[in-house]
């Protein structure tokens, strides 16, 4: 689905200008991106390269050096956490949910930025709890401990605990991360199941092939900074992956979705033991 086609707003969640690093170090410098409304994003590019620093500064997770992220029209830096917890839901990566915690108990815990010594638990909260697990597939869990289940079934229930929050804009920190290729489908399938009920989802990935797949829009990233961004029929391609991987691959269509399949042939380029004294390399394969 272009997002031209689908007649997008503006997007609610942006960077502009922004730099962020750790310590000494930049990760990321004068950045802008806007995350388009409605649409699922995939923000790919090599180990290193930013992916997780940006979106943990879209979550407010860091604070950027320069610039601001700007959040349904406001510098989200200048929000309260816990206004920013009722917009956003944020999954990170490998979260660990506390020893013997049942799964209602984690997915009850997305209800704290709606409540205060005003407000205190109700029945309101609990069919949001019970909506939660129904719509990730986990209600039949809800008093197993987490720790007991499965990876895919863990992610499902971090899953379940953002969507709790009531938010309609979900922020995704590689959620298929050690999990095998059956998982990772179920985890994905469900984020576009998410997307059909109108959220807007932002995730990392590191399999291009599931990004192209389940994502309506890519950022790619390189060395901190936006190599190319769009819908991944006009985004992948050879000379892109070349660019931001250093791989050479074919892209031919993919057989089951209107969308670009990507086959890898190697890397282009193999430092030899005498490139590390500054001899010029050539292609190991």
Not at 84 to 103: D, S
Not at 126 to 142: C, E, K, P
Not at 238 to 267: H, K, T, Y
């Amino acid at each position: 689905m272009d997002l031209a086609d689908a007649g997008h707003g503006p997007g609610r969640l942006a960077a502009r200008g922004v730099s962020v690093g750790y310590g000494d170090r930049t990760v990321i410098d004068g950045l802008d991106v806007t995350i388009p409304s409605g649409v699922v994003t995939a923000i790919i590019g090599p180990n290193g390269c930013g992916k997780s620093t940006l979106l943990r500064t879209l979550a407010r997770l860091l604070r950027p050096s320069t610039g601001t992220v700007v959040l349904d029209g406001e510098d989200i830096g200048s929000l309260k956490t816990r206004e920013v917890a009722r917009k956003l839901g944020l999954l990170p990566q490998a979260p660990v949910a506390p020893e013997g915690l049942t799964v209602a108990d984690l997915v009850a815990r997305g209800r704290h930025p709606h409540q205060s010594w005003l407000r205190q638990w109700s029945s309101d909260d609990a069919a949001v709890v019970a909506r939660a697990l129904a719509m990730t597939g986990v209600s039949d869990l809800a008093d197993r401990p987490v720790d007991a289940l499965s990876g895919g079934q863990r992610q499902r229930v971090w899953i379940s605990m953002t969507l709790a929050q009531g938010t309609d804009l979900l922020l995704l920190d590689e959620p298929t991360t050690y999990l095998d290729l059956a998982h990772a489908i179920d985890v994905l399938d469900l984020v576009d199941d998410l997307h059909e009920a109108g959220r807007t989802v932002v995730m990392v990935l590191h399999d291009l092939n599931l990004a192209a797949r389940y994502s309506d829009h890519l950022v790619v990233m390189r060395a901190g900074a936006i190599l190319a961004q769009g819908h991944p029929r006009d985004v992948i391609t050879a000379e892109l992956l070349r660019d931001a991987f250093g791989l050479r691959a074919r892209v031919i269509p993919d057989p089951v979705g209107d969308r670009p399949l990507i086959v890898p042939i190697g890397r282009t380029h193999v430092v030899a033991p005498s490139d590390r004294d500054g001899n010029s390399g050539q292609d190991q394969r």
